[in-house]
């Protein structure tokens, strides 16, 4: 299964690569647009010590928002999913949230928490709480009817039928969740660097760019891409082995 | 031992049930025995398992009384002495079938000690360590049957617990709750849609009709004799009157 999902991105990968190449053999693009896929490589081992405490940076960015967001997120779920009073009070404001372009916050929260990580990881959790929030609320909803009624059948309180029914049942999905949430956080991360600090790869995608360094740019996509495929494959990981027996029948 | 020694296990007095404040069966007068094991029978929708549901708590009465072993109706003895298992024999889907009975007793306050006896007595020691999703119908119906008559009940609802399983099955299923009801004194109600089932395996038959809402239209002896031709003509509609 392994091999062949190696087998698969790295066809994927070589037609990119391929179709990139072509591009830039057949309209002659400068490297300061359109950099070869040799020249990104090669910048990527060169430049390695920056890269790599740039990476460090977002995902620190990147890990600490999540955390919070993530943690947060499946707290607040689980509260207005148990309390009706709750959810009457919170669920406007997750749904006005959800809608709204949370990235329009970025500059206010710059302002307000300075250049430093807070403002990066802030802004992570912010984007992936509000999914994280809603997809715990419906998964614990969403409990089968049949389970519900058996755990109520043995007379248990409220307490041990969301303990012992409604979140087992749930815990595959709101894993599953994760693979909505990660992708966000990262986006949370480079849009707060690209705003301002200058640590980070969404820094340095934008300070390259501005210097015309596009080889630096598309390396950090890269790394990115890599970050966001290896954090799925880590939720996919955790699904398919961990909480295998979660899954519903 | 005659009837006279045994005592009203379920008393319904003028029962009206339901749900959202929609009557889908009314004036509903049932005795169950102890040691009695009761069928409901009629069409899809006339109610058979809102009846059970209200018995065990689920669904409020909309109307009369239920006195449970002589007393009215209330969440503790319910709890402590009514136990049930529902249509399709759900189980906990990340639990093994022992897992699922050790939640049981957990949340009932009830020892674990006994899964292994009980699951004996069902033949079905060897699912103990099996998830749901891997078990047959008949492997799902007695872990089902475990997990509901291992806190020893004085009433065990049963909802289509032969729907879907095949005669030898049946039989060991049936031959197991006989002897249950007569060693723990438990009274049995069952739903079903088999006619054949209903007669087979229950003492009185409860015929429910087809109108909305539905209403009890004959309650039928199977040691009488045609008493499997005398249900299917209440439920052909062909015959009003309660024996």
């Known amino acids: 299964m392994i091999w062949k999902n190696i087998i698969r991105y790295s066809i994927s990968i070589a037609t990119i690569v391929g179709i990139w190449k072509f591009i830039i053999f057949i309209f002659t693009v400068p490297d300061f647009i359109l950099p070869a896929p040799s020249q990104v490589m090669t910048v990527l081992f060169t430049e390695k010590n920056l890269f790599l405490d740039h990476t460090k940076a977002t995902i620190?960015?990147?890990?600490?928002?999540?955390?919070?967001?993530?943690?947060?997120?499946?707290?607040?779920?689980?509260?207005i999913a148990y309390s009706r009073t709750l959810l009457w009070l919170i669920e406007p404001y997750l749904i006005i949230f959800q809608s709204f372009p949370r990235e329009a916050l970025i500059p206010i929260i710059v302002v307000w928490l300075g250049f430093g990580h807070a403002p990066k990881i802030f802004n992570s959790a912010i984007l992936s709480f509000f999914p994280m929030a809603l997809i715990t609320l419906n998964s614990l909803k969403d409990t089968r009817s049949e389970y519900i009624e058996i755990i109520k059948i043995w007379g248990a309180p409220k307490l041990k039928e969301y303990f012992y029914c409604r979140l087992p049942n749930a815990i595959y999905t709101i894993v599953g969740g994760l693979k909505i949430t990660i992708p966000l956080g990262l986006i949370g991360a480079v849009l707060g660097e690209f705003m301002g600090g200058n640590e980070g790869l969404g820094h340095v995608i934008i300070s390259s760019g501005a210097n015309y360094r596009m080889d630096r740019s598309f390396a950090s996509l890269v790394i990115l891409s890599l970050i966001g495929l290896i954090s799925l494959s880590l939720v996919r990981y955790l699904q398919d082995v961990v909480l295998k027996k979660y899954k519903q029948e | 031992m005659t009837s006279d020694n045994l005592k009203n296990m379920i008393e319904i007095s003028n029962g009206n049930f339901g749900y959202d404040n929609k009557i889908i069966v009314e004036s509903v007068n049932i005795n169950v025995l102890e040691k009695e094991i009761t069928a409901i029978v009629g069409p899809s929708g006339c109610g058979k398992t809102t009846i059970l549901k209200s018995i065990s708590g689920n669904l409020p009465l909309m109307g009369g009384m239920i006195r449970l072993d002589g007393k009215k109706q209330n969440q503790a003895w319910i709890s402590e002495n009514i136990a049930q298992t529902l249509q399709n024999f759900p189980l906990f889907?990340?639990?093994?079938?022992?897992?699922?009975?050790?939640?049981?007793?957990?949340?009932q306050n009830i020892p674990t000690t006994n899964i292994s006896n009980v699951l004996e007595e069902l033949s079905a020691l060897h699912l103990i360590d099996k998830f749901p999703k891997t078990l047959s119908g008949g492997e799902r119906c007695r872990a089902s049957l475990a997990q509901a008559v291992i806190t020893k009940p004085k009433i065990l609802l049963l909802d289509e617990p032969f729907t879907g399983l095949d005669l030898h099955i049946k039989e060991d299923i049936a031959r197991y709750l006989f002897s249950f009801t007569d060693i723990h004194n438990t009274s049995i109600i069952f739903v079903t849609h088999d006619l054949y089932d209903a007669c087979r395996y229950a003492t009185r038959v409860i015929v429910l009709g087809s109108t909305t809402p539905s209403e009890i239209k004959a309650i039928v002896n199977t040691k009488k004799k045609n008493s499997r031709q005398l249900i299917r003509n209440y439920m052909l509609n062909t015959n009003q009157e309660i024996l």
């Open chain 1, 60 to 79: 620190i960015h990147m890990g600490g928002g999540i955390g919070i967001g993530i943690t947060l997120g499946i707290l607040t779920g689980f509260a």
């Open chain 2, 93 to 107: 889907h990340w639990l093994t079938v022992k897992e699922n009975l050790m939640l049981a007793c957990k949340i």
